[in-house]
């Protein structure tokens, strides 16, 4: 390279540097966002399991359709203008309530619930030929949803035992109360066809359970209610508020992608309903509670980790807040879910019982064929005992739901019995009046069927401590000394009807 | 060889030239140089970023015992401020964890009605341009690491870039797998920088 050239070069990259600076001469600035951490939990969590479906009616009685687990809650809404329908475990017979009216719970919608599925008759709400209906199925599960059954007292209560503090409640009153519910982010307890709320339904979601107040949808006295109690449990069921914009395509965050939902307005000066979406419906879809076809404008889709909403009032008005409650399918155990290997129910006969007698306090009646419970004045009250060996729980899982299951054989209508976990231990050929066992202070209540049948009580949490210490069941009128009201079930002796647990293990 | 002498001086003056105009380089990048103080800002002049998360102790989210398939979302406000139009880069340099590879991260540009606290994603609406970011924490923190891999954010509405005022605000999702292996795993502690940079 000649002199020239060299000095030509260095003159260039002088030059260029100088160019190079400019440009470099990037003023920075940041700002930054630290400390951002992610950790998940110990070990897998149990959860409720969801499956939703879909199917034509065909005015076709006992339908049957299977579901991939026992199913302890299923709701289902048709295309046509026909309420909505739920049916719980805790609900005996042919019988499930309409979710909108003022309609006591009803013969031929949702039959039965099944260790296989669910049972439909031929009313419309549930299989009108032709018309397309779709359902959600829930399974009962420690920590993520429970279920029970109360008699109404007049009184303002709380329940507790739930096992967590619910996001989420039902209450569905037997009687022509309507059904009602609370999210957390409410202020009062809707019923799901158009209302402004009341502040004596579920007044309030405790650390354990829900209280009540004295409305006749929640509390009459002597009439039976059951209750479902959601928790939120983060990736498989979101209870949150959003705030409307009226315009379509608001969004709500669920973190999931949900396979049904409920919304409402808060609105308790303006009437609104509460509308759902189960994702077995044509795109697009939600419907009402009430007796109402499709709504397209409403919750309009369900997208990977959020619900979209329409332009209607109810799901999104302008300034307003609503609620919103969102599951997610999972049909099936494990992954992500529970480590329970094999879910399900088993039964068990009882292997001891027996009756006591006031009148007779030193009698026992170990090895008779029925089991007396008596309200009666006179010291002649009569109680009941029963306990069973309990089935081995299987690897990974828990007890989800349990149900006592007693044959009445003569029923005596507008008699509430209790059934309570006895303190300490008995013997079938020696307890008496006498020498009975005390109970503990929460106990279970149960109505009588209205002829001769089953007679249940939901006992999960009771069967939960059983596992620990197992003293068996005693049951008594809640009323004693009152009148004369002698209830028999078959006993163990009896050869037939014998007094079962059923077990849900999930 | 009557060359030798002109050229040794030139090529001195070659290497001068070179040494200048690296120093002259340091100065220039000490003029950009980066705080690292959440919320503070460095207008050296002309470029100033800050976000309204209330300083250092308030993260995005700090997530523990999460369940397979849980997550959360979390909205922070950047706002840019200076004289000269700039362009906004996105990157984190921590390190992740195990969690990384099984956190899906969702990373949209929007704006927000009202004025909700940090970090409420409450009346977020995401602009027309759809995600900035989809893919996983461990993804982002592989593909943006710095200025030069930064996630670039041409500005609020799709723009060609930030002028005064502007501010995005930008929502996260932050999920952990659906699935029985994220169990007892963890993310580590980690920072996300926006730099802006005069354009």
Redesign the interface.
Same mark, same amino acid.
């Given at each position: 390279m000649t002199p020239r050239r060299l000095l030509l070069a260095a003159v260039c990259l002088i030059v260029g540097v100088t160019g190079a600076g400019a440009t470099w001469a990037a003023f920075s600035s940041t700002t930054e966002n630290t400390g951002n951490s992610l950790a998940t939990s110990a070990a897998t969590p149990a959860h409720a399991r969801i499956a939703t479906g879909t199917y034509t009616g065909n005015n076709t009685d006992n339908r049957d359709f299977a579901v991939a687990f026992q199913p302890h809650v299923v709701i289902i809404k048709g295309t046509n203008t026909q309420t909505g329908s739920v049916r719980t475990f805790t609900m005996s017979g042919d019988a499930a309530k309409p979710m909108a009216g003022a309609t006591a719970l009803t013969a031929n919608i949702i039959q039965s619930l099944t260790t296989t599925g669910f049972q439909v008759g031929t009313n419309a709400r549930v299989n009108a030929t032709g018309v397309r209906y779709d359902w959600v199925a829930f399974e009962s599960s420690q920590g993520a949803m429970q279920m029970g059954n109360y008699i109404g007292n007049g009184a303002a209560r709380s329940f507790t035992g739930v096992g967590f503090s619910p996001e989420y409640v039902m209450v569905l009153p037997e009687g022509t109360g309507r059904a009602v519910s609370r999210a957390s982010g409410q202020g009062t307890s809707f019923q799901f066809d158009a209302d402004t709320g009341n502040a004596a339904r579920v007044t309030s979601l405790d650390a354990d359970g829900f209280s009540v107040g004295t409305s006749a949808d929640v509390n009459t006295s002597g009439q039976n209610y059951h209750w479902i109690a959601w928790n939120r449990r983060g990736g498989l069921s979101e209870m949150t508020t959003y705030n409307g914009t009226g315009s379509a395509g608001l969004t709500a965050y669920t973190g999931f992608q949900p396979a049904y939902a409920i919304t409402r307005r808060n609105d308790t000066t303006t009437a609104s309903e509460a509308h759902q979406r189960i994702d077995s419906q044509a795109a697009g879809d939600s419907y009402p509670f009430a007796a109402t076809g499709a709504l397209t404008n409403s919750i309009t889709a369900f997208n990977s980790l959020e619900v979209v909403f329409g332009t209607n009032a109810v799901a999104n008005t302008n300034g307003a807040t609503h609620s919103l409650v969102a599951f997610k399918s999972r049909p099936y155990p494990g992954g992500g879910g529970s480590s329970c290997a094999t879910p399900g129910t088993q039964t068990v006969n009882a292997n001891a019982d027996g009756w006591v007698d006031q009148a007779s306090p030193g009698s026992n009646a170990g090895g008779d064929s029925v089991l007396k419970v008596t309200s009666k004045t006179g010291n002649a009250n009569t109680r009941a005992f029963v306990r069973f060996t309990l089935p081995a729980t299987p690897a990974g899982c828990s007890v989800a739901f349990a149900k006592l299951r007693l044959y009445n054989k003569s029923p005596i209508a507008g008699r509430t019995l209790e059934a309570a976990s006895v303190n300490a231990a008995w013997v079938e050929g020696t307890i008496n009046w006498t020498n009975q066992p005390a109970v503990a202070a929460t106990s279970q209540t149960g109505v009588p069927p209205a002829a001769a049948g089953f007679m249940e009580w939901s006992v999960t949490n009771e069967v939960r401590g059983h596992y620990t210490t197992n003293n068996g069941f005693r049951i008594s009128d809640t009323v004693e000394s009152q009148g004369s009201t002698e209830q028999q079930f078959d006993s163990k002796e009896s050869g037939a009807n014998l007094p079962q647990l059923q077990v849900t293990f999930q | 060889m009557r060359?030798s002498t &002109?050229?040794k001086v030139?090529?001195t =003056?070659?290497v001068l030239?070179?040494m200048?105009?690296v120093t002259?380089?340091a100065t %220039?990048?000490a =003029?950009?140089?980066? /705080?690292?103080n959440?919320?503070? /800002?460095?207008?050296?002049?002309?470029?100033?970023?800050?976000?309204n998360?209330g300083g &250092?102790?308030?993260? =995005?989210?700090? %997530?523990?015992? %999460?369940?397979?398939?849980?997550?959360?979302?979390r909205c922070?406000k950047?706002t840019y401020n200076?004289t000269?139009n700039g362009t906004v880069r996105l990157y984190t340099d921590s390190t992740i964890g195990s %969690?990384g590879t099984q956190?899906n991260l969702?990373i949209t540009p929007g704006t927000q009605s009202g004025s909700p606290a940090f970090p409420s994603?409450?009346?977020f609406t995401p602009d027309s341009g759809g995600n900035l970011f989809n893919g996983t924490?461990a993804g982002f923190r592989t593909a943006h690491n710095n200025?030069a891999t930064g996630l670039a954010d041409a500005g609020p509405g799709n723009a060609t870039s930030w002028t005064a005022g502007n501010t995005v605000v930008y929502r996260y999702?932050? /999920?952990?797998a659906?699935?029985?292996t994220?169990?007892?795993?963890?993310?580590?502690?980690?920072?996300?920088?926006?730099?802006?940079?005069?354009q």
């Open positions: - | 060359s &002109p050229r030139l090529a =003056l070659l030239t070179l200048g105009a002259g380089g %220039l990048s =003029l950009a140089s980066e /705080t690292e959440a919320g503070n /800002t460095f207008a050296a002049g002309s470029v100033a970023i800050t976000d998360d &250092p102790s308030n993260p =995005l989210y700090n %997530l523990s015992a %999460l369940e397979p398939g849980q997550g959360a979302e922070v950047v200076g000269l %969690l956190a969702t994603c409450a009346g924490l200025w999702r932050i /999920t952990v659906d699935d029985d994220v169990v007892n795993k963890s993310s580590g502690a980690h920072r996300f920088v926006w730099e802006g940079q005069n």
